[in-house]
């Protein structure tokens, strides 16, 4: 897709699409969004999702592991699109050496989301260690429980991972261990995960939450209306639409 095509198909965006074009656009070189002030970088970030190649790729790591933390989040979810297995390494590298949990948050969104089979396998591996690490902040483990669910159903759906599998089992423990968990964001996407996955052995866990755990996670529901719908999914059924909530989680 080119960038007259991204026009057309996001003609809100049209204007501030132009103004990064006259910026040099077409031409950037690798420093060249942190040459922008906040809006047209975040532009800019979004954009090479849609037309990026390995190059820019690197541009978003260089982001991520860089110091404006307020382009992180953007830089992680365009990366996912177009991250390949050569970035894996330094992805890792960023969760070796950086203790702030912004940073590290978005890395693991980046892995949680990333498209590239060939690394699917050891991403499950990192996102599990994640999850079960009680040192990380719980926005990152929740974080790597939504990853799980997302990479490993897509797994599953292509066939390249068996339900039988020691890793798939290992994984698998661990989102069910995280449903009893003392935080409430952990509760909440470990129930995404195994609704995600249909783990039928999750459903007396899931029952008890729906039942009694009415926290709320900021922005979206309760704990027990993401049980409600966990149990709906393993059931082969489909969940209501839900309006997410400002409530603080409690």
């Not at 190649?53 to 953007?74: I, P, T």
């Not at 699109?81 to 890395?107: F, G, K």
């Not at 995280?178 to 952990?186: M, N, P, Q, R, Y």
């Not at 509760?187 to 009415?214: H, M, N, T, Y």
Request: hydrophobic share 40%; proline share 4%.
């Amino acid at each position: 897709m080119n960038l007259k095509a991204i026009k057309q198909q996001f003609p809100e965006s049209a204007s501030e699409i132009e103004a990064l074009e006259n910026l040099g656009f077409t031409t950037r070189q690798p420093s060249w969004i942190n040459n922008l002030d906040l809006d047209k970088a975040m532009t800019a970030c979004w954009l090479l999702r849609k037309i990026g190649d390995d190059q820019d790729a690197d541009v978003l790591v260089n982001l991520l592991a860089g110091q404006r933390s307020e382009l992180w989040m953007q830089a992680a979810a365009s990366l996912s699109s177009i991250m390949t297995q050569r970035h894996l390494s330094s992805l890792l590298s960023i969760l070796e050496t950086s203790s702030d949990p912004a940073q590290r948050e978005s890395v693991v969104y980046a892995l949680s989301f990333q498209l590239d089979s060939q690394i699917t396998s050891h991403v499950i591996r990192v996102l599990t260690d994640i999850a079960t690490n009680r040192v990380e902040a719980p926005s990152v483990r929740a974080q790597a429980l939504e990853g799980l669910g997302n990479q490993l159903s897509q797994e599953l759906f292509s066939q390249e991972l068996s339900a039988s599998s020691s890793q798939y089992q290992e994984t698998v423990s661990a989102i069910l261990q995280a449903l009893d968990d003392s935080e409430t964001v952990i509760r909440f996407w470990a129930c995404f995960a195994v609704g995600r996955l249909k783990i039928e052995e999750a459903l007396p866990k899931l029952q008890l939450l729906a039942q009694s755990d009415k926290t709320h996670v900021e922005g979206w529901w309760p704990v027990s209306e993401e049980a409600e719908d966990a149990i709906t999914l393993i059931n082969r059924g489909e969940p209501p639409l839900r309006q997410p909530c400002k409530s603080l989680a409690t």
